[in-house]
């Protein structure tokens, strides 16, 4: 069977006023229907544009330059702008890393989730209320028939955050894109939050695209997951392979990053450095300046992603 989502050697850049930031290049990934892929990397790895483009939100002075985004098998990219209205938040929901992006500050609640529901499912007026305060009640939002009447600044962060779930669920959608759902929130209301997010995706048999910074949070609901390093995809295989052996020395270091239970309470790993904006690919590999087992010959080809069997890949010559 065709996966639910395939994304083939994408490509998207930003012309600035004297450079061009090469922000995704060549990623290639796919999600089969019910699973979750985990997609991880540091601040400005390209995780988010990755998002972006499956739902083409790209703006100028960004472009997508190439690859194909195939929905169901049919590419996306090249959809006209009203089919895709109705595939983005109809088939495809996201949730934004910044809540208020989707909550708009001057409406209430509830007529802001009945309102996506009217568009999506033609809903009634008091259907759609009927199903917002569903809805609301469904991602723990308590005394939902009240607090449809609220305005996003009288919620908490974590509340907010389940309001766009609600809203990102309205129209049943088959995949839903998380982008960091949880980093603006304390350690308690984040748990809850994924915890929210696992249940859903089980009950629904959704697809969740699960964007984070922390391989932890992953761990724990990824079926798969794919490791982006400065606008590439390093290494991607099952949750299972990847935490059992990690080959590429970027994903080691994440792993090493990870605050252990009941460690010896020591300074935590980190990877020195910072991902590199890329404007001119430089030949050989990009993680070469951070790598703890970098040599010259790692900086004489381009290094491929290489199958590393049972559909692990790893873009490293040493691994
Ligand atoms: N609108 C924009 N204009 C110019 N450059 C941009 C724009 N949006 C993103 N970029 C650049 O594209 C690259 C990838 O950004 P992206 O937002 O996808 O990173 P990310 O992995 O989501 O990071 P974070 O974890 O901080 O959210 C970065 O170098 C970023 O500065
Ligand atoms: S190719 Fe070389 S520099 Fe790049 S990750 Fe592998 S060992 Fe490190
Ligand atoms: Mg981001």
Request: aromatic residues 4%.
């Amino acid at each position: 069977m065709a996966p639910l989502l395939s994304i083939e050697n994408l490509s998207v850049s930003f012309t600035m006023s004297d450079y061009r930031l090469l922000a995704v290049r060549g990623v290639s990934f796919e999600m089969e229907e019910g699973a979750t892929l985990g997609l991880v990397g540091e601040s400005g790895c390209g995780k988010s544009v990755t998002a972006f483009s499956i739902l083409r939100l790209v703006d100028p002075p960004g472009s997508i330059d190439g690859g194909a985004v195939r929905y169901r098998g049919r590419d996306l990219l090249a959809l006209d702008d009203g089919e895709m209205r109705k595939v983005r938040g109809g088939e495809i929901a996201m949730i934004f890393q910044e809540p208020m992006t989707s909550l708009n500050p001057v409406f209430r609640i509830g007529n802001q989730i009945s309102e996506t529901v009217r568009l999506h499912l033609g809903l009634d007026k008091k259907a759609a209320r009927e199903r917002a305060i569903d809805l609301l009640n469904r991602v723990g939002i308590p005394n939902p028939a009240k607090r449809y009447d609220s305005y996003p600044h009288e919620l908490s962060g974590g509340m907010r955050q389940r309001v766009m779930i609600a809203m990102a669920l309205s129209a049943e959608p088959s995949l839903l894109i998380a982008d960091e759902p949880t980093t603006a929130l304390d350690v308690t209301i984040q748990a809850q939050i994924l915890d929210l997010l696992l249940r859903i995706q089980s009950e629904r048999k959704m697809s969740l695209l699960l964007i984070t910074h922390d391989l932890g949070i992953v761990a724990n609901l990824a079926d798969a997951i794919a490791i982006m390093y400065a606008g590439e995809i390093v290494e991607t295989g099952t949750t299972e392979r990847i935490f059992n052996g990690p080959r590429h020395p970027y994903t080691i270091g994440l792993f090493d990053a990870i605050p252990k239970i009941g460690g010896d309470g020591g300074p935590m790993k980190t990877i020195p450095g910072t991902v590199p904006a890329v404007t001119s690919k430089p030949k050989g590999c990009l993680f070469h300046p951070r790598c703890f087992q970098g040599g010259p010959e790692c900086l004489e080809h381009d290094i491929p992603l290489r199958d590393a069997g049972g559909g692990h890949k790893v873009r490293c010559i040493k691994a």
